[in-house]
């Protein structure tokens, strides 16, 4: 096991080098950098500003800016180097955890990714903690009752709402309760005098706003989980061990709880790590700016339209890490639920 751990940790180094590279090239080619936005706001100020004042000179903003001025803005924003010594540098900086800093938000990224965080953290750890306490029992009681009326008729629920996206949802959601019966507030995670609430208040001000948004989110994810816990309960309920244990005298319900319960789990219990750490990264861009949540969604979005390349490459560098880790730790919660599986 140790091998194989050492093997993917080995493994993970290229494929975040070819991410990165990928993604670094590609920004290359992209117009309407950082330079020329800077460039395009001197061209406005100048037009608008002393070259208008100037009648018999004309605009300056007509001319442009000048040369020193541009090779000023590219040593500023560090686009006077060639791009393969940018790449290296900042490599350099992200193996010392330095994300850089921000050209428009004129702070570290790091520093970004705190601010944005707690509202990704509550619309995601929602979303994972509803989602598994209804999914689960959900899928249970199908896999027991297949074929049933109660199965059919959760199998066309969960599937309607796996069919709805969110952001519809999430408008139908402001239009009816946040609009037209005012029982929602339309926008924030918290009121304006949050500060001035007490405990409680705090509390139930918070479950006020944030209960649209996590409905908007959550709905979608039921079906995949409920589908699931369902066929791997039918599956080992079909199994020869399962009608053994009947064969003994066992209860269903003993059947049921202590010998499928464990095996059937098996594909979902593995999977808890990938979505309880995505949780805290689930920035859901359409989500988040329709019910005006400041998270990370939001952030990477601004960032991309706006060229903001260390806060796009850094939290890319990040988000990247922490899921290649992720995805070891969900390999090796297999050998923790089932120790027959083995990484020979």
């Known amino acids: ?65 000048d040369a020193e001025r541009i090779e000023e803005i590219k040593r500023l924003y560090g686009f006077d180097k060639p791009a393969p010594e940018r790449f290296v ?3 350099g900086q992200f193996a010392r955890f330095d994300l850089g800093q921000s050209f428009f938000h004129h702070k570290d990224v790091w520093t970004l990714v705190k601010d944005k965080l707690p509202v990704s953290i509550s619309l995601g750890l929602w979303t994972f903690f509803l989602s598994y306490l209804v999914s689960v029992p959900l899928g249970i009681a ?25 952001f519809v949802l999430g408008v139908a959601l402001l239009v009816v309760f946040g609009g037209q019966l005012q ?89 808890f790590p990938s979505a309880f750490i995505g949780a805290f990264f689930a920035g859901s861009l359409l989500i988040e700016t329709l019910f005006s949540l400041d998270g990370l969604g939001l952030l990477s979005y601004e960032s991309v339209m706006r060229r903001d390349y260390p806060v796009v490459l850094g939290t890319l560098y990040l988000f990247t890490l922490i899921g290649l880790l ?4 969900s390999d090796l919660c297999y050998l923790w639920v089932d120790p027959r599986v083995k990484f020979d």
């Open 1 to 65: 096991m140790w091998t194989y751990i050492l093997k993917r940790l080995l493994l993970m180094v290229p494929t975040l080098l070819g991410i990165l590279l990928l993604t670094f090239v590609v920004i290359q080619f992209v117009p309407g950098g950082p330079v020329e936005q800077m460039v395009a706001q001197l061209q406005g100020r100048d037009a608008g500003g002393e070259g208008a004042a100037a009648s018999g000179a004309g605009y300056r903003g007509r001319q442009g800016v």
């Open 89 to 91: 540098q900042m490599l």
């Open 142 to 166: 199908k896999a027991v009752r297949a074929g049933s009326r109660f199965d059919t008729f959760t199998s066309l629920l969960v599937l309607v709402g796996y069919a709805i996206p969110g």
């Open 183 to 271: 029982w929602f507030p339309l926008r924030g995670l918290t009121s304006s005098n949050w500060e001035q609430l007490s405990l409680g208040a705090k509390v139930a001000d918070y479950l006020w706003h944030i209960a649209l948004p996590v409905t908007a989110s959550v709905l979608g994810a039921f079906a995949v989980t409920t589908m699931l816990t369902k066929n791997a309960f039918l599956e080992q309920i079909g199994q020869q061990y399962v009608l053994t244990a009947r064969a003994k005298g066992l209860s269903e319900r003993r059947v049921l709880w202590k010998h499928v319960m464990r095996n059937a789990l098996i594909p979902i219990v593995t999977g």
């Open 326 to 329: 992720t995805k070891l730790i």
